[in-house]
């Protein structure tokens, strides 16, 4: 096989953080939403795990949101490429998909876990068909990892907003706490290695970790976080979003025999070589399927833009538009990073996920310096100090407690005021004449 001098500059890296002898290795992906950037590069990493790791059993599990109603390539060809690749890992290693909220963007949940299926994958969750009380996949299934068996149980956020509105009616979902602890202690009991897939995000995961036996690999997902949380020799993970990093997970036994997971997160490049077949359907299916007005350009930049810094830029771009002192968006209202040069409308649709209009208000400075202090968290972020979904933020460095502040937010934000900015409530004053997209771009486009 041939790989790039980066993967093997890569694996020499992973050595220092990988068990001497490990039993297996368990690869974590999530809300990876049709990033069409690095999913050939997915791939090419999973293949590159499997040669510097022989003999080593593996899996591939994915928790949850695969699909991406906003970019427009996913839609039109119904997700194609992502079942592309939902097939390829299932023929490089058993592969496991918990079903999160954007499964069901372009077909019934129904129909969607029977495509997945068709790929060779097992899909599981807690989801239940409202209108038959049947499931429409099994909650839990059985991962063969060499010498362990490890049971894996997955569970879905249940805020019926968060899915297409179209589907919201065909769905039972029960609330993830009071359904975890009911039955994930009986489910994992029997497993020295158990898995829990979470896509009901990280405010219901704090309520059912202290349920779930002790070394238990905890994934989370829904909230976009990337972080590694040990508890004993359970292990919490967040594995990011839009394929930017996978989270390895090995496994082996601790000094007193008993398995434990050992956690680390890997960049996916955009720049490194991706599969080729994979690469090659992705260049076929934009070809096809992207249109003239998708391919346009709307802005450029000097340099490319992470996640989080392209979060960052457009909180500085909604606070200058607004004529606001501080601007704050949800982080999942953003989602891929954006290149460096020419930015087209589809890229620019994958940064900035959702439009909708912008609501301002005052707040005094002693609360400003709180809801700054909580935003723009990243891996570093202590695990006390995260709550869920966050808010890109942008303010001023020097801020006087006692005197008033003119913010702005979108208007999703403003109608979840009470989870993104806590009590008293705030009064919130809609701007007729902005919308967050035209403000970004505007920014894009501009000197």
């Known amino acids: 096989m041939k790989m790039s001098a980066g993967f093997f500059l890569l694996a020499a890296g992973l050595a220092a953080a990988r068990p001497a002898d490990p039993a297996a290795l368990v690869i974590l992906a999530a809300d990876q939403h049709s990033a069409y950037e690095r999913t050939a590069q997915v791939v090419a990493m999973v293949d590159g795990l499997r040669a510097a790791n022989p003999g080593v059993p593996l899996a591939v599990l994915i928790d949850g949101d695969t699909l991406e109603y906003g970019n427009v390539v996913a839609r039109r060809s119904g997700g194609a490429i992502d079942f592309a690749m939902l097939a390829a890992l299932a023929r490089r290693a058993p592969t496991v998909l918990n079903l999160g909220n954007h499964e069901p963007e372009f077909f019934d949940l129904a129909e969607t876990v029977h495509r997945a299926q068709a790929a060779g994958v097992s899909v599981i969750s807690d989801i239940t068909d409202r209108a038959t009380g049947r499931p429409f996949a099994p909650a839990s299934t059985v991962l063969h990892l060499g010498r362990v068996d490890a049971v894996v149980a997955g569970l879905a956020t249940d805020h019926l907003g968060t899915y297409r509105a179209a589907i919201r009616a065909s769905l039972a979902i029960p609330e993830p706490v009071g359904w975890a602890k009911a039955n994930l202690p009986a489910v994992l009991a ?3 290695a158990p898995i829990v897939m979470s896509h009901a995000g ?7 970790l202290p349920s779930v036996p002790e070394g238990t690999l905890y994934a989370g997902a829904h909230d976009h976080l990337r972080f590694v949380q040990p508890f004993g020799r359970t292990v919490y993970v967040h594995s990011g979003s839009w394929n930017q990093f ?3 997970a090995w496994l082996d036994r601790d000094e007193t025999g008993k398995w434990r997971w050992t956690v680390e997160q890997v960049p ?4 490194a070589p991706g599969d080729p077949e994979i690469a090659r359907l992705i260049d076929a299916t934009r070809a096809r399927y992207q249109e003239a007005a998708d391919r346009a350009v709307v802005g450029h930049a000097s340099a490319a833009r992470t996640s989080d810094e ?3 830029f457009a909180a500085r771009a909604l606070a200058a538009a607004a004529g606001a002192e501080a601007a704050f968006i949800g982080n999942t209202t953003l989602g891929s990073g954006l290149p460096a040069g020419a930015i087209t409308r589809s890229d620019f649709d994958g940064c900035v996920r959702f439009d909708g209009g912008i609501c301002t208000a005052e707040i005094d400075g002693a609360r400003l310096q709180r809801l700054l202090q909580a935003a723009n968290q990243g891996p570093a972020t202590p695990f006390a100090e995260r709550h869920g979904e966050f808010c890109y933020a942008a303010g001023p460095a ?5 005197a008033h502040y003119r913010i702005a937010t979108t208007d999703w934000g403003a109608r979840n005021s009470a989870a993104y900015f806590g009590a008293p409530a705030i009064e919130w004053h809609e701007q007729p004449a902005l919308r967050l997209k035209s403000v970004v771009a505007a920014a894009l486009a501009g000197p």
């Open 190 to 192: 029997a497993s020295a």
């Open 398 to 402: 020097a801020i006087d407690p006692g």
């Open 202 to 208: 990280l405010a219901a995961d704090r309520a059912i």
């Open 246 to 248: 996978l989270s390895l």
């Open 310 to 312: 392209a979060g960052r």
């Open 268 to 271: 996916v490049e955009a720049t």
